[in-house]
T-cell receptor, first 110, second 113 residues
Framework: QKEVEQNSGPLSVPEGAIASLNCTYS??????FFWYRQYSGKSPELIMS????GDKEDGRFTAQLNKASQYVSLLIRDSQPSDSATYLC??????????FGGGTRLMVKP | EAGVTQFPSHSVIEKGQTVTLRCDPI?????LYWYRRVMGKEIKFLLH????????ESGMPNNRFLAERTGGTYSTLKVQPAELEDSGVYFC???????????FGPGTRLTVL
């Protein structure tokens, strides 16, 4: 079992819709969670971090964490074609290294 | 403020050759991390420097890989001798303190023929 699992996609949504990206993790010692966005050939860019159970909102993005279910999600409201990218879920334990999922490719169609 | 930079952006070498990758972290960032993504797999941690000291090198695959950070500024990752399975994208990241966001560089794409 992979430590952080994501559906590879592609997830295709129409412009203006809500995109929902999901991630599960196996290490209960994970303390914090991150969503990175990566455009093809570019560096991963942090868009959200979440440390405690519940929702965290930042603009069009909402991250959700449920430690009991070991589940992290990212919602993107009013999806735009420019949101088309690969979204990487990562966990961090006390050792500070990030453990990544394989990424979900999101396609937002005009 | 300049981000994390990596050099070269691409490297194509033959099996058995040596390659050295360089990472310049964001100025003032004591923490420097190396990660890599091999084809079809997720990004995996290699090692973590705090200033010039190796804090965690549990992800280094074998002794063909040598990372250094002399002076606590830029870091190099040498692969000697390179094998086919070393092909992938090598990312460097840096953070100011341990709990801070890790900022990633653009990566070096290594191809071993």
């Amino acid at each position: 079992q992979k430590e952080v699992e994501q559906n590879s996609g592609p997830l295709s949504v129409p412009e203006g819709a809500i995109a929902s990206l999901n991630c599960t993790y196996s290490d209960r010692g994970s303390q914090s969670f991150f969503w990175y966005r990566q455009y093809s050939g570019k560096s991963p860019e942090l868009i959200m971090s979440i440390y405690s159970n519940g929702d965290k909102e930042d603009g069009r993005f909402t991250a959700q964490l449920n430690k009991a279910s070991q589940y992290v999600s990212l919602l993107i409201r009013d999806s735009q074609p420019s949101d088309s990218a690969t979204y990487l879920c990562a966990s961090r334990n006390a050792g500070n290294m990030l453990t990544f999922g394989g990424g979900t490719r999101l396609m937002v169609k005009p | 403020e300049a981000g994390v930079t990596q050099f070269p952006s691409h490297s194509v070498i033959e099996k058995g050759q040596t390659v050295t990758l360089r990472c310049d972290p964001i100025s003032g960032h004591d923490n420097l991390y190396w990660y890599r993504r091999v084809m079809g797999k997720e990004i995996k941690f290699l090692l973590h420097f705090v200033k010039e000291s190796k804090q965690d090198e549990s992800g280094m695959p074998n002794n063909r890989f040598l990372a250094e950070r002399t002076g606590g500024t830029y870091s190099t990752l040498k692969v000697q001798p390179a094998e086919l399975e070393d092909s992938g994208v090598y990312f460097c990241a840096s953070s100011q303190s341990l709990a801070d966001t890790q900022y990633f560089g653009p990566g070096t794409r290594l191809t071993v023929l």
